[in-house]
């Protein structure tokens, strides 16, 4: 789960990022006629993001079944014993009843905590990181990187041209 939540994460990141890109650039992607490329790459990016949240509800579904199964496993483990003592004589027939009502009001808050921690977790990772980013305030420098000084010369173009498909200039 915690890796399957972290790929989740690190889509929505990419996704995000993309959609932001894409919002950002629209007046320029649609100036070049680019609409259909952009338009592929959202699409690919939100497909990525959802085919893992998809796999992620599924195995959470599982994990959750799992848990029910497990807490009807002690129920009926608990009227099998409770049924040995019936016959027995060492029980009477409404205390079992009785245990069994109280052992189902106790085992759905039990199964809910399973649960609860389960997700909890899947999110260990996520939290380490943020945690590891709150407590990194200090900003590291790069020693390969290079100080640059202001630009005082020009930039100029002339005679350009571009297209996408080679026949309709887009400039």
Do not use: W
Not at 148 to 161: P, Y
Request: glycine share 4%.
């Amino acid at each position: 789960m915690n890796d399957l939540r972290t790929s989740i994460q690190k889509d929505m990141v990419k996704f995000t990022s993309k959609t932001k890109d894409l919002i950002a650039g629209y007046e320029v992607v649609r100036s070049f006629n680019a609409q259909d490329k952009m338009q592929e790459q959202f699409d690919r990016y939100n497909h990525n993001l959802e085919e893992m949240k998809l796999k992620f509800s599924v195995r959470q579904g599982i994990i959750k079944v799992i848990n029910e199964n497990l807490v009807l496993l002690i129920i009926f483990s608990i009227m099998i014993l409770g049924g040995c003592f019936v016959i027995t004589g060492a029980l009477v027939m409404g205390s079992l009843i009785a245990i069994v009502q109280l052992l189902n009001s106790v085992m759905n808050p039990i199964n809910m905590m399973l649960v609860a921690v389960n997700n909890s977790n899947s999110t260990k990772t996520m939290r380490n990181q943020i945690t590891e980013m709150l407590q990194n305030t200090t900003i590291k420098n790069d020693a390969n990187q290079a100080t640059h000084g202001t630009f005082n010369q020009e930039i100029s173009l002339a005679k350009l041209n571009f297209s996408y498909d080679g026949a309709k200039p887009v400039i």
